[in-house]
T-cell receptor, first 116, second 112 residues
Framework: AQTVTQSQPEMSVQEAETVTLSCTYDTSESDYYLFWYKQPPSRQMILVIRQEAYKQQNATENRFSVNFQKAAKSFSLKISDSQLGDAAMYFCAYRSAEGGSEKLVFGKGTKLTVNP | NAGVTQTPKFQVLKTGQSMTLQCAQD?????MYWYRQDPGMGLRLIYYSASEGTTDKGEVPNGYNVSRLNKREFSLRLESAAPSQTSVYFCASSEQGWRGYTFGSGTRLTVV
């Protein structure tokens, strides 16, 4: 079974600075998808960014980018120019690309604090 | 607005009471899911339904039952609530491929 590990329960960053959240995963599959979700205090789960394993190019969405290292099974999230609104729980998640296996497996999350 | 609708948003139950959490999506997704979120544990899959008429157990199914009533609706039932079921419950739906899930807004359930 696939597992996702987020080794940093909590992180903090100064406003306007850059922070990187770590995620590693364990799988024997070669094709899969990886995601980062943000959960602000409102509790809503918001998709931040996604990566297809067969794509070598790292995904980027505005101030959010990933460093995908397939051989190392690592999928870190970089937040540039951090804003107060970025404060939230961040979850890394894995999804198999095999047909019929669409379950998301989540890490335990990293709580990000943004200091003004 | 299109999306996943969960009801109720908050609920307090006494130990031994039963209740059903409702979930409906209007995106014509085939797959639907129920997760629970506990502090320090992330989101753990309770049950899922890959298509209308099918349901399967996830990681933590004990104490729960589900019904996929039709393509839109997927309910989660607690037959005899226990304090260990105090949690935040999320319903989600998805289509095939890499687009991830669409989540409901969650239900905070407290069992006293």
């Amino acid at each position: 079974a696939q597992t996702v590990t987020q080794s940093q329960p909590e992180m903090s960053v100064q406003e306007a600075e850059t922070v990187t959240l770590s995620c590693t995963y364990d799988t024997s599959e070669s094709d899969y998808y990886l995601f980062w979700y943000k959960q602000p205090p409102s509790r809503q789960m918001i998709l931040v960014i996604r990566q297809e394993a067969y794509k070598q190019q790292n995904a980027t969405e505005n101030r959010f980018s990933v460093n995908f290292q397939k051989a190392a099974k690592s999928f870190s999230l970089k937040i540039s120019d951090s804003q107060l609104g970025d404060a939230a729980m961040y979850f890394c998640a894995y999804r198999s690309a095999e047909g019929g296996s669409e379950k998301l497996v989540f890490g335990k999350g990293t709580k990000l604090t943004v200091n003004p | 607005n299109a999306g996943v609708t969960q009801t109720p948003k908050f609920q307090v139950l006494k130990t031994g009471q039963s209740m059903t959490l409702q979930c409906a999506q209007d995106m014509n997704h085939n797959s639907m899911y129920w997760y629970r979120q506990d502090p320090g544990m992330g989101l753990r899959l309770i049950y899922y339904s890959a298509s209308e008429g099918t349901t399967d157990k996830g990681e933590v199914p004990n104490g729960y039952n589900v019904s996929r009533l039709n393509k839109r609706e997927f309910s989660l039932r607690l037959e005899s609530a226990a304090p260990s079921q105090t949690s935040v419950y999320f319903c989600a739906s998805s289509e095939q491929g890499w687009r991830g899930y669409t989540f409901g807004s969650g239900t905070r359930l407290t069992v006293v």
